[in-house]
């Protein structure tokens, strides 16, 4: 069965504390992408990745980081330097580029408590 | 900013009625996507429309591109309440690549 998979569900983070969303997606995508959304919201841009060991940066990379050791790897790590960290997270893949549409996960909600 | 802006930001039909929401954008693009999402759940991808293309059909769902006025409808037709989820649409700009711009979304209600 092919897809994207996104853990955890839910995530909460202390004042601080750096915590790390995962997604993985057995599509054979070379791109992967990272999304916030907040309530009401659309979809912003964090970090993007159009092949393994290369990404760059998104509309607001600020506070996040990636890594693309693995095609179907693409981990985001919210860091303390993020200061309003609690939102939506969407990871997404797409194959060809511009030529096709995006798969997304479920999501991640991240609240800090 | 955004690249594309959806018109109206909400929807409440009767079931049976048809939905229409629209959306703006700014430059030129590659491609239109439209994307469903139910609450607290990902993105659904709906119908991918290319820039050459002026109308696509998927079951119950049609989408227009007019590029000359940078803008794209989706038309439900015959709603169910099953059809009551958020509707974004996405741009791919020629300039990038795969890197999709999205709206703020508009919320339909089907009300059964």
């Known amino acids: 069965d092919g897809g994207i998979t996104q853990s955890p569900k839910y995530l909460f983070r202390k004042e601080g504390q750096n915590v790390t969303l995962s997604c993985e997606q057995n599509?054979?995508?070379?791109?992967m992408y990272w999304y916030r959304q907040d309530p009401g919201q659309g979809l912003r841009l964090i970090y993007y990745?159009?092949?393994?060991?290369?990404?760059q940066k998104g509309d607001i990379a600020e506070g996040y980081s990636v890594s693309r050791e693995k095609k179907e790897s693409f981990p985001l790590t919210v860091t303390s330097a993020q200061k309003n960290p609690t939102a939506f997270y969407l990871c997404?893949?797409?194959?060809?580029?511009?030529?096709?549409?995006?798969?997304f996960g479920q999501g991640t909600r991240l609240t800090v408590v | 900013s955004q690249q594309g802006e959806e018109d109206p930001q909400a929807l409440s039909i009767q079931e049976g009625e048809n939905a229409t929401m629209n959306c703006s954008y700014k430059?030129?693009?590659?491609?239109l996507q439209w994307y469903r999402q139910n609450s607290g759940r990902g993105l659904v991808h709906l119908i991918l429309?290319?820039?050459?293309?002026r109308e696509k059909h998927s079951g119950r769902l049609r989408v227009t591109l007019d590029t000359s006025k940078k803008s794209s409808s989706l038309l439900i037709t015959a709603s169910r309440a099953a059809d009551t989820a958020s509707y974004f649409c996405?741009?791919?700009?020629?300039?990038?690549?795969?890197?999709?711009?999205f709206g703020d979304g508009t919320t339909l209600t089907v009300k059964p």
């Open positions: 997404a893949s797409r194959g060809e580029g511009r030529k096709t549409e995006a798969f």
């Open positions: 599509l054979n995508h070379d791109a």
């Open positions: 990745s159009q092949i393994v060991n290369d990404f």
């Open positions: 430059t030129s693009i590659n491609n």
């Open positions: 429309i290319r820039s050459n293309e």
């Open positions: 996405a741009t791919d700009a020629n300039t990038n690549a795969g890197k999709s711009t």
